[in-house]
């Protein structure tokens, strides 16, 4: 964890990670449940959690076990989300229980979002490495 600004920012990215990893329990997938908050201006303004497209079964794993290939992942129902609403991402802050992949990561710069904040470490390190190439500032925080 990079050094903060303030404590009362370390202290509200541990809260929102908090919710977010709350926020993942509504995800119907086995193999790992993963949720998402996008924050801007002070003020939820969307989240997600990894699952099924509308209108498809709430089942993400197929019969081996395998994570089916059109499970959209928590960032991306999260931004999605905000596409569908008056709102947009311009400047936010998204926080997820595990950083991106490099397919979300690509979600995220063209979504506006300037900040990420997660708890964990996805498989891959491309996202962020992705991210940090274009600036946007990614912050891995401990959560108890």
């Known amino acids: 964890m990079g050094a903060y600004a303030t404590e009362k920012q370390r202290q509200l990215d541990v809260r929102y ?3 977010a990893r709350i926020w993942a329990e509504n995800s119907y997938c086995v193999r790992r449940q993963v949720g998402a908050l996008i924050v801007k201006d002070k003020m939820i303004i969307s989240d997600g959690y990894n699952g099924t497209p ?15 290939s059109y499970v959209l992942h928590a960032e991306a129902n999260a931004i999605t989300k905000v596409a569908k ?15 991106p992949c490099l397919e979300c990561a690509k979600l995220i710069i063209q979504a506006g979002i300037r900040r990420v904040v997660y708890g964990e ?24």
């Open 121 to 144: 470490n996805y498989r891959s390190n491309e996202g962020v490495e992705l991210l940090q190439r274009v600036g946007i500032e990614c912050c891995f925080v401990e959560v108890e």
């Open 54 to 68: 509308s209108g498809f079964e709430n089942i993400c794993e197929d019969e081996m076990g395998k994570t089916k």
């Open 85 to 99: 609403s008056a709102n947009n991402c311009e400047g936010a802050t998204l926080y997820i229980t595990a950083s």
């Open 17 to 19: 990670l908090k919710m």
